[in-house]
């Protein structure tokens, strides 16, 4: 059969393969090679722990900074002679590494083209650029700054395993405030594994309900040592931890990335352990100035308000209080004869009013009239109940001849007949 006949019956993708219908093995050794050789380089970072020369060819073993990740490559001697110094295990390095894939046996290989060792002024550089970078996401502001608790209930403590720093902290802090509790994990503080169990341990301790400050805390050491301490990783935990954490790294000089990202920074882990707990001594002394103070206080308080009770009863109205009580009786008495003067006065001018208008009205009276000798005259009734209305005679004309009259004089009653009218003379 025919090799394009033969080519045209194969699956055209790995999904398509199937028992029946398989690769041959070339086929997919070839397609790998192609798919490897299409990577690029790239350049990565790690510490070299195995190096071994063999004729023309060296084989090393790369491992990751902050993780428990190798790769096995190969290098040629030209490369590695171009160093000006010789690699060693141990160093760091960057290298530029090139996926190979050999068909005949089936092997990945990683190449190193080129490798160069990073020295402490690179080491430098590299922190100080990650520190602008997380500057400029406000990582470092004042404002993200928690403060840290008066007096702790409990203190967790991220140090080496039976180091001197942890003792520092742990003797500084029973020294000042003997109540002191802690909550204590041992990590590792350097090496490839340290980031991830310094980070596993703060998230813990800070989940913990009763942990009310945070402190990591590392004796000094060398630039490498304490770089785990400027980890974005470890940096960006710190971050977002909800409790305030206290960096106490080094001696006075070093200046990890944690100093600038954590809430307190201490030079050392004993001077972590004097800020983050007060001295029971000096807080006592404290008690007893603010006491004094207070005592002295209440007792100038009760000074001044006694002098003004003093001065108070010494004035006359609180010394004779009976004199205002005397003075206002005599104003009541005083107004009382007013008001009595002035109503006795009103009650003669009304009487004598009185006796004045009945005077008037006595006068204006019709037996006033009768009493002078003047007399009314009325016609006689008839004994009905209209004689009690009767008509007083105004006109002769009222009276004719025969009229039955009654005259009232002041002294009683009389009747009489009328004789007959005569009109009145004319002037």
């Known amino acids: 059969m025919p090799e394009d006949a033969a ?17 041959p093995l070339q086929l997919l050794s070839q397609k790998l090679k192609m798919h490897i050789d299409r990577a690029p380089s790239a350049w990565i970072e790690g510490q070299v722990i195995e190096l071994n020369r063999r004729g023309s060819n060296a084989y090393l073993t790369l491992r990751d900074i902050d993780a428990e990740i190798s790769l096995p490559a190969s290098v040629w001697t030209t490369v590695l002679d171009r160093q000006a110094a010789p690699l060693e295990r141990g160093s760091r390095v960057v290298a530029l590494i090139k996926a190979e894939f050999w068909l005949k046996t089936g092997r990945l290989n990683m190449s190193v083209k080129d490798i160069r060792p990073v020295g402490l002024g690179d080491l430098l550089a590299r922190i100080e650029r990650l520190r602008q970078a997380l500057a400029a996401e406000g990582l470092f502001a004042d404002s993200r700054k928690k403060r840290l608790p008066l007096l702790p209930h409990r203190i967790g403590l991220i140090t080496g395993r ?4 942890k003792k520092d902290v742990l003797r500084n802090a029973a020294l000042r405030w003997p109540a002191v509790e802690f909550e204590i994990r041992e990590v590792a503080v350097q090496g490839n594994t340290a980031v991830a169990q310094m980070v596993a341990a703060l998230r813990e301790l800070d989940a913990h309900p009763v942990v009310d400050v945070i402190v990591i805390a590392r004796g000094g ?8 301490f ?20 080094g001696h006075e000089a070093d200046r990890p990335i944690l100093d600038d990202v954590a809430d307190l920074r201490a030079s050392t882990p004993t001077d972590a352990a004097k800020r983050i707990v007060p001295d029971v001594a000096e807080e006592l002394v404290r008690v007893r100035q603010a006491r004094d103070q207070l005592r002295r206080g209440v007792t100038r308080l009760v ?20 004199v205002m009580i005397t003075h206002r009786h005599d104003d009541v008495e005083r107004l009382k004869g007013r008001a009595h003067a002035a109503i006795s006065t009103a009650v003669v001018r009304a009487a004598d009013q009185l006796v004045h208008l009945k005077a008037q009205v006595r006068a204006l009276s019709p037996q006033k009239t009768l009493d002078r000798g003047y007399a009314v005259v009325q016609l006689a009734g008839d004994g009905t109940a209209a004689a009690t209305h009767r008509d007083v005679v105004r006109h002769p004309s009222q009276a004719p001849a025969g009229t039955d009259l009654t005259v009232r004089v002041a002294g009683g009653r009389f009747t009489a007949q009328s004789t007959g009218g005569q009109e009145p003379a004319e002037e």
């Open 7 to 23: 080519a045209t019956t194969l699956p055209a993708t790995a999904a398509e393969t199937s028992p029946d219908n398989p690769w």
């Open 221 to 228: 050491g060398a630039l490498e040592d304490l770089l785990p």
């Open 230 to 249: 400027s980890s974005e990783e470890l940096i960006r935990a710190v971050s977002d931890a909800s409790t305030p954490v206290v960096s106490a790294i």
């Open 162 to 165: 039976d180091s001197d720093a």
């Open 303 to 322: 000074e001044r308000e006694g002098d003004r009770l003093a001065s108070l009863r010494s004035r006359p109205v609180l010394l004779s209080p009976d």
